[in-house]
């Protein structure tokens, strides 16, 4: 099954559309990726912390490529 959606390689942050990373700026992006979390409020998501992510979103939690 392919996914149209791809993962930030520096932040993990998943976006369906676009060329740059809306968190981070980065372009560099893979569809190879597994899992997510949602994260609505960064500032008190425990998850968020622990994966450092510092603005609200969509995030993969494994990047294979
Ligand atoms: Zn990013």
Redesign the pocket.
Known sequence: MMQKEKA??????VIEKGSE??????TSFTTFWRGYVLVIDPEKSEIAKRMQINSAGKYALRISR
């Open positions: 930030c390689r520096n932040c993990r942050r990373c809306p968190s981070c700026g980065s």
